[in-house]
């Protein structure tokens, strides 16, 4: 399964969710926007924060949108791969095997 497809299998899941929790999905809704928008720290650095705790919490879906997400705003591949080596401080092995996975989505999305 590529990257674009896992991205676009939780989407998926989200939109329906959404359609049944309007409420809750429209609330996260306002609560990622709000949380991501620039501000004191910018919004790729927030969006690089977001990936390296997806990459934390082992998260295969939040790897696939916050890469998406981090390229949007401007980030590059080196700055993934610095996400990453904080990640792996911080986090340990597991953190490495999930950490670099978000190079693959990367040059996905950018190819």
């Given at each position: 399964m590529s990257w674009t497809?896992?991205?676009n299998?939780?989407?998926?899941?989200?939109e329906g969710f959404g359609a049944a929790q309007t409420?809750?999905?429209e609330g996260f809704g306002a609560l990622h926007g709000a949380s991501l928008a620039?501000?004191?720290?910018?919004?790729?650095n927030k969006e690089l924060m977001a990936l390296a705790l997806g990459i934390a919490k082992q998260c295969v879906d939040c790897i696939a949108f916050y890469v998406k997400a981090s390229?949007?705003?401007?980030?590059?591949?080196?700055?993934?791969?610095?996400?990453?080596?904080?990640?792996?401080?911080?986090g340990g092995g597991a953190?490495?095997?999930y950490g670099v996975k978000a190079l693959a989505p990367y040059?996905?999305?950018t190819a």
């Open positions: 497809d896992i991205l299998e939780a989407q998926g899941g989200m409420a809750t999905a620039e501000g004191r720290i910018s919004a790729k390229i949007e705003a401007g980030a590059t591949r080196a700055e993934i791969k610095e996400t990453v080596g904080v990640c792996i401080l911080m953190s490495y095997t040059d996905e999305f």
